[in-house]
């Protein structure tokens, strides 16, 4: 019987195989002709064409989305089987990658190795911007470099020269981020910069609690002084017992 023309879409189901004696590539293609299970069908494919093998041991892998042309050779006899002989080859869709980085330890520790170094500058340039120029103030000596032998790592050492002053702003960053950390953090993950922190330090400290408090008092009808002479007390401790605040 004659060959059949035909031009599947498919599935690479599986690596394709080179028959190196009369140069043949073997592959199989499951078509989904309805959305149905049991309708899928698995077609073997053949081809010499050099352009398909080619096509198909560089371009694809299993999972891939081809469409296939040639001629579907039917059995000579009730035993034998069917198969597409193939003409061309087109990929219609790359089936995405799988992640294998778990299954590679030199890439994964390459990957890790590349993130040590990557938070190592992005800290070095951190407290250097911190210290500004080095100055003769300069006293405390901060050391970066990864741990255990460094070998090749050299270029990821780092030293800081910083003064008391700016070790004692980096001491409350610190603080201040580990206050974060234990407990709810804003989801923005905004966290204010020294000098802001510095500025509404600088406001509070400026503030005159005893003036405040009589300020308070003042617009507050007597009745109602016990109260607030309370929570004052309550928010900023034991200020001053105004009994008279237009005095």
Known sequence: MDAIPLALDGYLSAEPVFE?????????????????????????????????????????????????????????????????????????????????PDNDPDTDASSVETDRNTAIEALAEALTSLAG????????????????????????CHSIEITPGR????????????????????????VLDSQTIADITELFEDIDLISLTGAVLSSTRPEHRPKVTQAIDDMFGDVSDLEDPEL
């Open 133 to 156: 120029e080095p100055g003769t103030d300069a006293s405390i000596r901060i050391h970066i470099s990864p741990t255990g032998v460094l070998g090749s790592g050299g270029e990821h």
């Open 20 to 100: 190196e004696q009369d140069g043949t590539a073997c592959w199989r293609l499951t078509c989904s002709p309805t959305d149905r299970l049991v309708d899928d069908a698995t077609v073997p494919c053949t081809s010499r064409n050099l352009d398909v093998v080619n096509a198909l041991f560089t371009e694809c892998r299993p999972g891939d989305l081809l469409r296939v042309t040639g001629y579907l050779a039917l059995p000579d006899n009730a035993g034998g089987g069917l198969h597409l002989q193939a003409d061309t080859l087109e990929v219609l869709f790359e089936a995405p990658a799988l992640d294998t």
């Open 167 to 190: 070790a004692h702003q980096l001491a409350d960053q610190v603080d201040a981020m580990s206050c974060y950390l234990d407990s709810e953090r804003p989801d923005t993950g905004t």
